[in-house]
């Protein structure tokens, strides 16, 4: 142990989020600590019932596109988000939430996954967080 | 020491990769983890998470013509 992964999820986008997931799970199951901030539209996934409802970051044409990736994902056998947050979690996984976007889209604690989430912090928490990190990633 | 066996026979990234690491995490030292699976890259990526943990892969085995495998890891 001792190393670590540190992502930022800024985008909001289903697609994204999943690399972010995808990413950090790699990272607990290859033996790293692995913590995501969520911040801006990435925060938006934190909201109950939200984590699943990103569009597609490109081809998304109102959703069809979305649509389209989202059967093409279900036959290829890859699991949801949920699932994916729930492996996170259970493998020792860390989120921390931007307190100012929760200020920006005025945003409260109740709206949130709050069950998920192990901190709230600003820029000082991820700098803190991706000190002695050796993956540190912006999506 | 007990044997766990888990299947992820049909699952893609990072499924194996994840439900071995969870399934080494509940196994006490000395058990055997036997996981069996089809994703390609998890066929070699697993004996690389093992090897970053310290852990002793017994054996790698190929079944059905090379359409599943095997991968035996001592806690």
């Known amino acids: 142990m001792g190393e670590k992964t540190v992502i930022i999820l800024h985008s909001g986008d289903m697609d994204k989020v999943y690399s972010a997931l995808i990413i950090a799970n790699g990272a607990l199951a290859m033996g790293m600590e692995a913590s995501i901030y969520f911040t801006f539209w990435g925060l938006m996934r934190l909201k109950k019932g939200e984590l699943d409802k990103g569009q597609l970051s490109k081809m998304n044409m109102l959703g069809l596109g979305r649509q389209m990736i989202k059967k093409r994902m279900d036959k290829a056998n890859v699991v949801s988000l949920e699932r994916l947050m729930n492996d996170f979690k259970e493998l020792g996984g860390k989120i921390i939430a931007c307190e100012m976007t929760m200020e920006i889209m005025g945003l409260s604690k109740e709206e949130l996954r709050t069950e998920w989430i192990d901190e709230w912090g600003a820029v000082g928490s991820y700098i803190q967080e991706a000190r002695d990190a050796s993956v540190t990633l912006f999506i | ?75």
């Open chain 2, 1 to 75: 020491m007990a044997d766990v066996e888990i299947d992820v026979r049909g699952q893609t990234c990072p499924v194996p990769l994840v439900e071995c690491r969870k399934a080494l995490k509940k196994a006490s030292p000395g058990d055997l983890v036997i996981v069996k699976g089809t994703h390609p890259a998890s066929r070699k990526e697993i004996p690389m998470a093992c090897e970053a943990m310290g852990l002793e892969v017994l054996d790698i085995e190929d079944k059905e013509g090379g359409k599943e495998w095997e991968i035996k890891i001592r806690r």
